[in-house]
């Protein structure tokens, strides 16, 4: 692994930050007990946090994507996900899991050359919005229908669904933004 000092940048560092203590905090950790959509948001923006604490800074072996991948599947399904949604030691385990996958993926995308890295941005996107159309149709193993000690009912889903579209939405324009100015200038 490589320490790219010159790409250090104070304002990516207080981003990542700020976007991790947004998220792991008592009063945000007790809505996502309550509300789907900000646990999934939580996922999302604990990954990016981590992401961009080391995305450009760090770089190393590509093949770190592999285990931050891993990470990243695991709790999202459906049994793992009820257990983080619903009890604290699995939050916790969750949370530092989430941020974990985005240092792995950071460092691990830092050495990817332009294609590689839009096609790895495009499969991610392209799974999430599978993933997200599995809440649009409100399948019932990510709900209390078939975990009993979830918080989250099935009429949730739906509204988890449409945050995970704004967030990707928030994602997509970020990025064809950074390509755009890079490339014009």
Do not use: C
């Not at 509300?35 to 604990?46: A, D, G, I, K, R």
């Not at 946090?49 to 093949?63: A, H, I, S, T």
């Not at 709790?75 to 699995?90: C, E, I, N, Q």
């Not at 050359?113 to 399948?139: E, H, N, P, R």
């Amino acid at each position: 692994m490589k320490i790219q000092k010159n790409e250090v940048s104070i304002k990516q560092l207080i981003a990542s930050i700020a976007l991790i203590l947004a998220f792991v905090n008592p009063y945000v950790e007790g809505i996502e007990f309550k509300e789907q959509w900000v646990f999934m948001v939580s996922h999302y923006l604990l990954f990016i946090g981590g992401f961009l604490l080391v995305y450009k800074v760090f770089r190393g072996n590509p093949l770190l994507l592999i285990p931050s991948a891993i990470l990243v599947v695991f709790w999202h399904t459906p049994y793992y996900f009820a257990l983080a949604g619903s009890f604290l030691s699995f939050r916790l385990i969750n949370d530092i899991s989430m941020i974990v996958a985005g240092l792995l993926a950071g460092i691990g995308s830092s050495s990817l050359k332009l294609f590689s890295w839009l096609s790895l941005f495009v499969l991610w996107m392209t799974a999430d919005t599978a993933y997200s159309i599995f809440f649009l149709l409100q399948v019932p193993q990510y709900s209390n229908v078939s975990y009993p000690f979830s918080p989250y009912s099935p009429q949730q889903e739906i509204q988890t669904a449409v945050a995970m579209w704004f967030v990707m939405s928030g994602v997509i324009i970020y990025v064809i933004g950074k390509f755009l100015k890079k490339l014009i200038f």
